[in-house]
């Protein structure tokens, strides 16, 4: 008798019928078990791209795409955006449970003393040319972090994964605030153990050395508090997004055994690309090519010209179909930002531009193309003085509490195995 909860496939040139397990998840489209396709079949399924691929189960972060809906640990991102921070952010995705204020103050205590570098490590930015970009370098930095913290992980000891994970949310602003200042050859801050992540991050990159470091040069706070509570919004609107490119990257390193920080490398590599996390620096750079409102219906209509790859950067999502919930939350951002710094520049009004044309055209409304979270960052970043070279790291820096939580859920899974795909042969 046919089970209700299978799926069966016939193959129609021999009249075979298969029956696979339905598995059913919390919540958002069921999944069919096809581990034994190949044993039963003999056949491949044919996937590139990993479209129609659940790749694991996780109960970290859920995404309903048609609706424009995020939440992490069950908890919707608009909450968390607005009611907590970016570290009240980590630590749920670390614990599954927002912090206690107990909590959430050992926690803060922890990442403030964790973001020093090891005074070695600090060498390894001189082998980089002057004006790397800080991608590389911040790559670089990971990977040679693991030869610092080379433990052999109990990943059933609480206590080894969580400072392995702590350590690295912790040191990566630093990482970043020094790649960029390599780049341009100016002295490093080292954090300071009096401030908050997101103003210590803001402090290293901005600050001269010596005296009241974050203080300009007419004795003001240069570092707004508007700017801080901007940038913090945009680490926790960041700080996980299910299997993307990089994280299913971070799990595949993860299954072959490799040291925790050198997956989080691989992962910075994999976000660095324009198609992901880069589209935040491709934005900007694209805004200032198109250079005047008048242009923008020339380059609209090259984005739809299908015979000219030009792409327009910051629109569409391989899971939103419909406003990416971050980015709501990061035009909002906007509009305040425009009001409370006084900004308005000619790249902010090319945006709101194309923002109107696209959402009122033909060719994106048929394909679903909204603006993603990497069409607002860069427009924020500029107004909070942010060099476009670092827009990306900010990403990473936002990211690596995602990739860490994925990392430990790989290991703890017992259905884990080592990431090895399949092809589809067409050679000689
Ligand atoms: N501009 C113009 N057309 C686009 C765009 C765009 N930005 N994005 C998709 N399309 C079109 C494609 O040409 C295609 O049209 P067709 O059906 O006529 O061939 C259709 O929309 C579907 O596009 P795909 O590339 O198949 O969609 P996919 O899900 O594979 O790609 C991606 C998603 C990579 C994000 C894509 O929309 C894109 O390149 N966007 C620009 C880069 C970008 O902003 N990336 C950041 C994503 S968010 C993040 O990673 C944090």
Redesign the pocket.
Not at 310 to 318: A, P
């Given at each position: 008798m046919r089970q209700d909860n299978t799926f069966t496939l016939t193959d129609n040139r021999t009249g075979k019928k298969y029956e696979y397990a339905i598995k059913e998840g919390s919540r958002g489209p069921a999944a069919v078990d096809m581990r034994t396709f190949f044993k039963d079949t003999g056949m491949f399924s044919y996937d590139p791209?990993y479209?129609s691929t659940a790749s694991c189960s996780s109960s970290i972060t859920f995404i309903d795409g048609e609706k424009g809906e995020l939440r992490y640990r069950g908890i919707p991102i608009e909450t968390l955006a607005t009611e907590h921070n970016y570290l009240d952010t980590c630590y749920l995705l670390l614990n599954e449970t927002l912090p206690t204020d107990n909590e959430r103050l050992q926690f803060d205590l922890e990442l403030r003393h964790r973001a020093f570098l090891h005074e070695g490590l600090r060498n390894l930015f001189n082998a980089f040319p002057d004006n790397a970009h800080p991608m590389a370098t911040l790559s670089a930095a990971v990977t040679a972090l693991a030869s610092f913290y080379d433990e052999h992980l109990d990943i059933c000891d609480e206590a080894e994964y969580t400072e392995m994970a702590s350590r690295i949310i912790a040191k990566i602003p630093t990482i970043a605030a020094f790649a960029y200042r390599h780049s341009l050859g100016i002295p490093f801050i080292q954090p300071d153990i009096d401030l908050s992540f997101t103003k210590n991050f803001l402090t290293m990159m901005r600050a001269y050395p010596g005296g009241k470091m974050h203080l300009g040069p007419l004795g003001h706070e240069d570092i707004k508090e508007v700017e801080v509570r901007a940038l913090d919004t945009i680490f926790t609107l960041?700080a996980d997004?299910e299997q993307?490119?990089s994280t299913t990257v971070v799990r595949g390193v993860a299954s072959t055994g490799a040291h925790p920080y050198v997956a989080i490398a691989s992962g910075i590599s994999a976000l660095w690309g324009?198609?992901?996390?880069g589209?935040?620096e491709?934005?900007i750079a694209q805004l200032e090519s198109i250079g005047s409102v008048e242009n923008v219906e020339k380059f609209i209509a090259r984005?739809?010209d299908?015979n000219d790859d030009?792409?327009?950067?910051?629109?569409?999502?391989?899971v939103y179909k419909n406003f990416?919930p971050r980015a709501k939350i990061l035009k909002k951002l906007q509009d305040e930002l425009k009001v409370t710094l006084g900004l308005n520049s000619e790249l902010m009004e090319i945006a709101a531009k194309i923002e109107e044309t696209a959402l009122n055209d033909d060719?994106?409304i048929s394909?679903k193309?909204y603006p993603?979270?990497?069409?607002y960052t860069g427009i924020i970043l500029t107004a909070l003085k942010i060099p476009k070279n670092m827009f990306t790291p900010i990403?990473v820096i936002g990211r690596t509490v995602g990739w860490i939580t994925q990392w430990i859920e790989f290991k703890k899974d017992p259905e884990s195995k080592i990431a090895r795909p399949r092809q589809l042969y067409t050679g000689k």
């Open positions: 791209g479209t960041h997004h993307n490119a324009r198609a992901h996390g589209a935040n491709s934005v984005a739809k299908p030009f792409r327009l950067m910051g629109f569409g999502h391989r990416d060719y994106f394909r193309l993603n979270v990497d069409f990403f």
